[in-house]
């Protein structure tokens, strides 16, 4: 092994306090403290990126609370095959508006515009945004077998939330148009 690199790093109070403690409560040396964080760092270095990162928060707040799961795309899909071909499949339909209604009230504090509720629906992986312009968004849907409870679910938020919105139908797309406000309570993404 190589000497190491001597390198002196000025700290303030409390930033020292804490490499002490960190290096204490792990039981290793304040050196080998720092060649962990910068490790650490320098691999989450594309956190740093604005877009990751709303999409990390995006995955903390969807996951930490315990209410949503990760599923596999081709699970999904083929739970959705199935209902299509469910006898019950109009109470599903009727469930799952409401449940799309009672997201706004969930999320009325979070989620504050439709181009924020897109955002969380990609976070999800139903869909990729293209955002064509202001207010008009193509939804690159993961199968066309989604597009029903995507289409209905984002009908329903809006609805809502009070907001007007053209959803239009492609093979495997949606295509949203937010129509300009009333008034200046709604705010548009």
Known sequence: ???????????????????????????VSQSEVMRRALKFYNENRPLEDPTTKK????YLDLLLTGEHIILDVDHWLSFLQLLFSSPEKEKFWKEHREIARSHW???KTKVRSPEEMLVRLEACNFFRIA???AGDFTLVLVSDVSKEFVKIFLEEYFVAMGVKAEIKENLAKLRVTVKPATSNAQLLG
């Open 105 to 107: 009230e969930q999320l």
């Open 55 to 58: 999409k990390m928060n995006a």
């Open 1 to 27: 092994m190589t000497n190491p690199a001597r390198i002196t790093v000025a700290f303030d109070k409390s930033t020292a306090e804490l490499l002490e403690k960190i290096s204490t409560d792990a039981q």
């Open 131 to 133: 955002k064509n312009s």
